[in-house]
């Protein structure tokens, strides 16, 4: 035994107050304490070594009460490194700011992939356990919220409502026909609304079913049903992939993951109609959507490709309302369940519609 490696220490029976000035080392595997009246030997696997840290106490406990402390943290820290007994990894890892840095990158990238591609996986999972009744219940009150925040009443005249529910209501039994054998799931029944709004020629859907088509949507469609079919295959496509009930369980998750890290979630379902009002279909979502208003025109024996119309007038009536056409691919302003926002679409999306047309063996009409 080399004196090299003895350390001076204090230490306390567990049961006075009094230090006791000891020696310790370490032989064949046993923590050796020896001083005045004292002699013990305690196995390295029995002792509670403390935490390091810049400023605290360095101590050590036994599983019968006793303790001993540094006389000089220094020399403890060096004497506790010589037997490889010093702080664990973790121990200097938080201690280190290069380790706590990299701890906090991947902390923040495991909660991007979790917002980015969990939450959007959690929601596709869960919204199918959800019962129609929930989504009946959402629905309405979304309505009823948007209708006294920002819908009005239709200036259409209850004769043409009536002639374009006609008219639709066949195009959705037809596109329809066949849907729920081909995703396993029957759809709620379809139930268009007419409305007056701020967000121009738009449409936006439910998860009730309830589809509302805006004045000014009809306005700028009135003489190509073909288009608006294609408008409503969109929304309907929400309706039958559940997307408004998909980005609802997205922002309640979202919500009650914040609320347990800071505290209250009462809120977040009494919040859900405005969740409904203000929250965005993601681009997969709307590439779903994109996807089941093409098998729907084309059940109505529609060419995808007419779309293009839609797209240039909207982009028409925007220049000529004096308006800045947005980046391509902008989703400003665009609030859930509205087939396409009042600027004109991106190019993938025209093309995706164009190419269907291509795929069917169809001429892709001119642009008006």
Do not use: C
Request: proline share 6%.
């Amino acid at each position: 035994m080399s004196s090299s490696h003895q350390l001076s220490v204090a230490y306390f029976d567990g049961l006075t107050a009094r230090a006791q000035p000891v020696l310790m080392w370490v032989e064949r595997g046993m923590l050796q304490l020896s001083g005045p009246g004292l002699i013990r030997q305690v196995p390295l696997n029995k002792v509670q070594w403390s935490e390091r840290t810049r400023h605290g106490a360095r101590l050590a406990h036994f599983t019968d009460g006793g303790t001993i402390q540094a006389v000089n943290p220094a020399d403890w820290d060096s004497w506790l490194d010589h037997h490889d007994l010093g702080a664990p990894l973790s121990t200097r890892a938080h201690q280190s700011w290069r380790w706590t840095m990299l701890a906090t990158t991947v902390l923040l990238m495991v909660a991007v992939m979790g917002y980015w591609w969990g939450l959007p996986l959690a929601a596709r999972f869960v919204a199918p356990l959800i019962p129609q009744a929930v989504s009946q219940q959402v629905g309405r009150a979304t309505l009823r919220a948007m209708d006294e925040q920002w819908l009005k009443p239709s200036q259409l005249s209850q004769q043409e409502q009536a002639r374009w529910r006609v008219s639709l209501s066949k195009a959705i039994a037809q596109g329809l026909d066949g849907a729920s054998a081909d995703t396993n799931a029957t759809p709620p029944p379809i139930q268009l609304q007419f409305r007056q709004a701020r967000i121009g020629p738009n449409a936006f859907a439910l998860p009730d079913g309830n589809i509302v088509i805006t004045d000014e949507l009809i306005g700028l469609l009135h003489d190509r049903e073909d288009v608006l079919i294609g408008v409503l295959g969109h929304e309907i496509g929400h309706i039958t992939g559940r997307h408004g009930l998909r980005g609802l369980i997205q922002a309640g998750l979202l919500g009650v993951i914040s609320s347990v890290a800071f505290g209250d979630f009462s809120t977040v379902l009494a919040s859900a109609p405005v969740l409904m009002g203000q929250l965005a279909y993601s681009r997969d979502l709307e590439r779903e959507a994109d996807d089941a208003a093409i098998v729907f025109m084309h059940r109505n024996h529609v060419r995808p490709s007419v779309m293009s119309v839609f797209f240039q007038r909207i982009k028409d009536e925007g220049q000529h309302k004096g308006h800045a056409a947005p980046p391509a691919g902008d989703d400003t302003d665009k609030r859930i369940g509205i087939a396409f926002s009042s600027h004109p679409a991106d190019a993938e999306r025209l093309a995706h519609f164009t190419s269907a047309d291509i795929d069917k063996g169809l001429e892709a009409p001119a642009h008006p």
